[in-house]
Nanobody, 126 residues
Framework: EVQLVESGGGLVQAGGSLRVSCVASGFTFDDYAICWFRQAPGKEREGVSCINIHTGNTVNRDFARGRFAISSDNAKNTVFLQMNDLKPDDTAVYYC???????????????????WGKGTPVTVSS
């Protein structure tokens, strides 16, 4: 059974940093792309960053560049999202999602995700 479990969310002051984690199980990690999404209250879910586990290549939304960094520890089947210089607008539930690489490369980087975690909430206070 494919499982994605996020952790590491919490309350942080504006300007602070937080690292959220996504532990994957039930599939061959190296065959997948893992992406982070977020959904703020009253807003649609949006993609943040993706990583091709096999190559390590990453894709980032414009708002994430320079502040957020996605990485993976393949030995631990874990993907991280390091978030720096957080702003109140970054307040959201952060989700990780997975897609087989052969599917992911034929869709947009934030489309075609097949499996989702339940999310971890991040609150940035001003």
């Amino acid at each position: 059974e494919v499982q994605l479990v996020e952790s590491g969310g919490g309350l942080v002051q504006a300007g602070g940093s937080l690292r959220v984690s996504c532990v994957a199980s039930g599939f061959t990690f190296d065959d997948y792309a893992i992406c982070w999404f977020r959904q703020a209250p009253g807003k649609e879910r949006e993609g943040v960053s993706c990583i091709n586990i096999h190559t390590g290549n990453t894709v980032n939304r414009d708002f994430a560049r320079g502040r957020f960094a996605i990485s993976s520890d393949n030995a631990k089947n874990t993907v991280f999202l390091q978030m720096n210089d957080l702003k109140p607008d970054d307040t959201a539930v952060y989700y990780c999602a997975a897609a087989l690489l052969r599917r992911w490369v034929t869709h947009g980087p934030f489309d075609g995700m097949e499996n989702w975690g339940k999310g971890t909430p991040v609150t940035v206070s001003s």
